[in-house]
């Protein structure tokens, strides 16, 4: 578990990143992101779930990779850049690596502000971030075979709209 704590102009954030094999609980996170804190105003979530079809082709188990210590980096820089840009009280990422089956949770993202807007476009800006910034390679099984998940172009152009004016 890594916690890291930043000064903003009324409170601290706390950006929690954890990598780990076991399942995640929404609840349990949220709540432990709130921690009874009143001055949050908004808190946004997402969840992302192994799929039982990808390309057409039906998906038996999902197995994720990730590069240690690299990766933790790249999130924690990724988390740092969101609190940069909005105004946050918290943020947590959890990614799931190890073999899932459909209907497993991946990846959870929450985001915690005094207003839902920032709430919102934090989270959407850490899972496009995320999905192409982070080092998480993915393989499916498909029956008796499988392959590596290639990066997608529409994760590119969703990263697109959150560049800075030149």
């Known amino acids: 578990m890594d916690f890291s704590f930043t000064h903003c102009y009324i409170c601290f954030v706390m950006i929690r990143i954890t990598i780990q094999e076991k399942?995640?609980?929404?609840?349990?996170?949220?709540?432990?992101?709130?921690?009874?804190?009143?001055?949050?105003?908004?808190?946004?979530?997402?969840?992302?779930?192994?799929r039982d079809l990808n390309e057409g082709d039906e998906v038996s188990l999902m197995t994720l990779e990730h590069y240690p210590g690299m990766t933790e980096n790249q999130l924690q820089e990724i988390a740092h850049e969101a609190e940069s840009r909005w105004p946050l009280q918290g943020i947590t990422i959890i990614h799931r690596v190890g073999t899932l089956a459909p209907g497993d949770q991946i990846v959870l993202v929450i985001t915690a502000s005094p207003h839902r807007a920032a709430a919102y476009e934090s989270n959407q800006f850490i899972m496009d971030y995320l999905k192409t910034r982070a080092t998480f390679w993915k393989k499916e099984t498909l029956g008796n075979r499988s392959r590596w998940v290639e990066s997608r172009h529409s994760d590119d152009s969703a990263v697109g709209r959150w560049k800075k004016p030149a």
Do not use: K
């Not at 609980?25 to 921690?35: A, F, M, V, W």
């Not at 001055?39 to 779930?49: C, H």
């Open 23 to 50: 399942d995640f609980s929404l609840e349990q996170e949220i709540s432990l992101l709130r921690n009874d804190r009143v001055d949050i105003g908004a808190v946004a979530s997402f969840t992302g779930l192994v």
